[in-house]
């Protein structure tokens, strides 16, 4: 079943002269990891922030077509696109997480990272919060070496470890959807491994969308992906069938490195 | 939802505090305007003070502002390329930080000092005290201008001009400085701005002059202090020539402040 | 020019901020030292007393009501001043449209370039019969005096808090809306506590100038030697006293003078270091 169904979908910066999206049509399958591929400046950024709409952050974009949200309590679809008010907007992050290349921690805590989108939702209870903040840690395999520090501040923690923290961060508000932006693209081999483990556990309970750079990643990783190129979605299917056999020769011609 | 109305409030208080801000200069600046304006006419350019004129109060202050920026520009620059370009340890930090804070100095007690060093061994009010006692509040502004405008040039340059065989202060002095020359004006343009308009540091150095003079061993005149010195007059005359010289003042501060920051802008 | 001699001029040049302190200090202490060995320290700055003594002949001189009139119109300027200048520096960064940036902050610029005796005499004939009118009293006082104070210090606070709140990088204020924070959150929780030292050390800063600053005040805290009973009531402060009685004095008054502003440059170096030295060190690092 699909989590989300973009359709139509065309997308211009406020500067832009040209569409930077066109006519993108892609589906993000529920408890499926889709990876999102294609040389550099191809819009899978874009695509993907569009999805929790953080472009509106600044003004002037347009969007054309739809992105269609499934809702799990009304057994709906709804376009994120006609969203209009603040807190439709904060309603929508929260269903839809995002971790983006850099760690980005917060200058806080680390219980006060964790804690931070609860607190936001007006969780006070200690204890309440103490369980939520634990069972995401746990979650992003990140409590056992942080469990006798919680007090000290984020900034102390190695890359790996802080990319994990924003997982958990992500992850501690239970969303629906959680969104990849290269997330090891800044770290070593061995969080990089860490993280790809994690991604790939946290599937059972979210659906995930990720952007990388790594064939390797992509193929290991998705169970989905789609080649972007130039603005446009040239071919999606299921990864084996892209990566082993795909239709289009310019997705052959990438994922064997021809160009890139 | 009581997070968004909170949201919404503090934004407005910013808001608010913006056109607060904006207002205020306005309010200053459209009150000097029309009060300076109403007061001006051809007489108080053409007469000194004594004649209820500004013309030797103009004068004097240029006087000691130029005088002062002589003193301070080589000398600031100088501490400024020492600060950039040929300091490395510790030390030079220190010297650095010194001149910020002696940029923060409050500018009375420069007077005072400066009365102190030139004014009560000497037995009278001069203008080369005042003039001594600008260049020090000039100085640490050009050495920090410098400074700064300096670390914004790349090190490729100074590389490039040690691989061709430079010694390094002709480097500094033919490649590095002309390539900070603008930054630098500006800077100098806007702490020149900041002396010409002080009057702390003359209260007790140059004091005021009801004459025109050149002479800079004795009291010597400047708006400043005659603003100073009119506006407690009780006398409507003497206010309103004070709201004249204000006028004039600001117009000449805010005139070359905005010099500076049109020449960064058309050749930065 | 030679190279050495070059060198030695610009080394010369550097040490002149510290040379000037050292003489800054020195200079003062000296003409102090009378009034220092008359009074020594504790009763000079409790002292209530500012009496010449017949015929000019020593005196009573105590610094206590300048040294509280300097602390009160300090105080009262940060408290106007702070969250005005927070509001304007999180306006220029968060909200403003990109077209309106510059403008305003020209305008805060420019603000700051007003000459100090300008505040002054717009804040004796403007501000000061306003405040009479609204709150009665003289108009002048510790209240007028303080708001100047607070439009000299605002844009100085504004324009260090705002260079400070942009080095927070974007990706940092776009995770935090990512969970669903609203503007504010984010300011609150992401860019002040990144900008913090930068904040805290140009609020010191702002501390420092507004102690020393002298003509905005020198007509509008009143000048006259007795502790304020409100907030409206006229007093004096260091800088006043300094600016209004320095020229008369003599002898033993003098070197009371010279006494305060010893005091006060001691005051404003400590602040100012402290801001410097602790809170925006490496700026060009960072
Ligand atoms: N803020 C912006 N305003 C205008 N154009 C933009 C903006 N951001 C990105 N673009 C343009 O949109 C296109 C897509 O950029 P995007 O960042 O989505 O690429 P990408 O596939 O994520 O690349 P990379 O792999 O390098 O991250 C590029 O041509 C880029 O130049
Ligand atoms: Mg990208």
Redesign the pocket.
Known sequence: MNMMEIKNFSFT????SKP??KNINLPIKKNQITALI????????????SLNRIHDL?PGNKYEGEILLYNPQTNEYENILELKKENEFINLRQRVGMIF?KPTPFPMSIFDNVAYGLRLNGIKNKSELETRVEEALKGAALWNEVKDRLKASAMGLSGGQQQRLCIARAVALKPEILLF??PTSALDPISTGAIEQLVAELKKDVTIAI?T?NMQQASRLSDYTAF?YM?ELIEYNKTEKIFLNPDEKLTEDYITGRFG | MNRLIVNKIIIALSVFSALFGIGVLFWILGTLTIKGIVSINWHIFTHDLVEKGIRNLIIGQFIMGILASFIAIPVGVAAGIYLREYNTNKFGEILRNLSDVMMSAPSIVVGIFVYGLLVDPIGHYNGFAGAIALAIMMLPIVISTTDSMLSLVPKELREAGIALGGSKHKIILQIVLRAAKVGITTGILLAFARIIGETAPLLFTSANNQYLTFDLTHQFPSLTVSIYNLANYPDEASINLAWAASFILTIVVLIINLLGRYITRNKG | MSGKLFKNFSFFSATISLILLIAIFTTLYYYASDAINTFGFWDFITGTQWEAGEDDEGGIFGGAIPIVGSLLTTAIAMIIALPLALGIAIFLTEIAHEKLIKPVSIAIELLAAIPSIIYGMWGLFYLAPLVQKYFGGAGIGLFSAGVVLAIMIIPFIASITKDAMNTTPNVLKESAYAMGATKFEVIKDVVIPYAKTGIIGSIILALGRALGETMAVAFLLGSVMKFPKNLFDTTTSIPVILANTFSEAEDLELSALFYLALILFALSFIIISLAKFYFLRNKEER
């Open positions: 910066y406020a500067k832009a930077s999206l294609g040389p550099s400046g191809c819009g899978k950024s874009t695509l993907l922030r600044y290349q932006d290269e952007v750079h972007m603005g």
